[in-house]
């Protein structure tokens, strides 16, 4: 996806550079539901007799946000 080359955010057709303060702040909240969801699903879908331990889960969730966090602090100005 093209990035905006003033405020590094994707470039939608709707796209504003000048995020706010509870726009990104929103942005991490999603983040990390969206880790955690993308995790149950993860699982749901590859591990259907719930082979994997909780533990592994949580760490795949983990990742999963940060690396979702860590894109978006560096869409931030
Ligand atoms: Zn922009």
């Known amino acids: 996806m093209a990035t905006c080359p003033k405020c590094r955010g994707h470039l939608t057709t709707g796209h504003r550079c000048r995020r706010t303060a509870r726009q990104q702040t929103l942005d991490l909240a999603l983040a990390g539901v969206a880790g955690g969801l ?40």
Do not use: H, K, N, R
């Not at 909780?54 to 869409?75: H, K």
């Open 38 to 77: 993308t995790a149950l699903v993860m699982t749901a879908v590859f591990d259907p007799q719930q082979v994997v331990s909780e533990y592994d889960g949580y760490i795949m969730a983990g990742a999963i946000a940060l690396a979702m966090l860590t894109q978006s602090l560096m869409q931030q100005d």
